[in-house]
């Protein structure tokens, strides 16, 4: 006799996402703040919620432009993201950011694919609009260096112009905010596409988070 085996739905999956997206985070406050800090207060001073959208009829130019024999894939928006992440630790850590003895000042960076109408994802008709819902913890050795970079007009223009970003909506983090099953409603927010994309896969690669420990690089 065969038993029936029913998969998780989409809400389920997002709940299970935000949640390990929120151990992630508590993981890096315990591992970063200060001894009268608490896992309330640190992400208050160093968390923001981030929503980049990009200008992709500007994106797919510079991606067109760059491209090279060396490079026979099309970056992903997520694969954009991760140079964010990475021009970020540059301006704020320096051009050596990348070498180990430097890991303990790098932000935590958890990026989530989004498209247009995605809570409504039955009616949604073809994904469009590609963008990202992330969460940035920083530590307090490098806050003052990112708040000076968006409230500088002109790096920070220059910096939305390097990635063809549209628009960068910065939020202060609320993770204290949770939902009735505990998960924190930013984490949930953020993970809202993953959990239909998991069901059909319509979307190959649909969140990051950084930086990727080193124990897996190679």
């Given amino acids: 006799m065969f038993q029936t085996v029913s998969n998780p739905s989409p809400t389920s999956i997002t709940s299970q996402y935000a949640s390990w997206f ?8 315990d591992e970063h703040k200060g001894r009268f800090d608490s896992v309330s207060t640190f992400p ?7 929503t980049i959208s990009f200008d992709h009829s500007s994106r797919n130019l510079r991606l067109k432009g760059s ?18 992440y990475n021009f970020t630790c540059r301006q704020l850590i320096g051009r050596n950011y ?30 469009e609009n590609p963008h990202i819902h992330s969460i940035w913890i920083f530590g307090d050795e490098v806050r ?19 990635f063809s970003i549209r628009e960068m909506d910065i939020q202060a983090l609320d993770h ?20 239909h994309n998991n069901s059909e896969l319509l979307v190959g690669d649909d969140f990051r988070v950084l930086p990727i420990p080193r124990a897996t690089l190679y």
């Avoid at 060396?70 to 970056?75: F, G, H, T």
């Avoid at 003052?144 to 390097?162: M, N, P, Y």
């Avoid at 009735?180 to 993970?191: D, F, V």
């Fill in 144 to 162: 003052e260096g990112f708040q000076k970079l968006i409230a500088d007009t002109e790096r920070f223009s220059a910096f939305k112009e390097r």
């Fill in 22 to 29: 929120d151990d992630r985070i508590d993981q890096f406050i």
């Fill in 98 to 127: 990348h070498r180990p003895s430097f890991d303990p000042l790098k932000p935590l960076a958890i990026g989530c694919l989004d498209m247009n109408g995605s809570r409504y994802w039955r009616s949604m008709g073809q994904l």
């Fill in 67 to 84: 491209a090279s024999i060396d490079i026979p894939k099309a970056k992903s928006v997520l694969d954009t993201f991760t140079d964010i």
């Fill in 176 to 195: 204290d905010h949770r939902n009735s099953t505990g998960e924190g409603r930013a984490t949930s927010y953020m993970a809202k596409f993953i959990g």
């Fill in 44 to 50: 208050k001073r160093n968390g923001y919620f981030i």
